[in-house]
């Protein structure tokens, strides 16, 4: 099995695939969580995608270890916001 930081270096390297099993890994998870700050699913769905569009779009460093923490802190800051 991939690791996260794994994919993920694959993805920033050009790898697609690697952001898709990511997205795959996380995304229903995440939707939940989000659902958990917000109590709407639909808008929990909405940052959910939003969550990894900024991942894609900032493309951030992260260290070993940290991208799962890394992905629930950012999605926690776009839930309060």
């Known amino acids: ?17 690697a952001a898709q ?12 969580y989000i659902n958990g700050v917000l109590g709407d699913i639909h808008e929990a769905e909405d940052l959910m995608i939003e969550a990894f569009a900024y991942f894609v779009a900032k493309k951030p460093h ?9 992905l629930y802190k950012s999605a926690r800051h776009l839930a309060l916001r």
């Open 1 to 17: 099995m991939v690791s996260d930081e794994t994919a993920y270096r694959k993805y920033l390297a050009g790898d697609e695939a």
């Open 21 to 32: 099993l990511l997205v795959e890994r996380y995304g229903d998870a995440l939707t939940l």
């Open 62 to 70: 992260i260290r070993d270890g940290g991208f799962r923490a890394y």
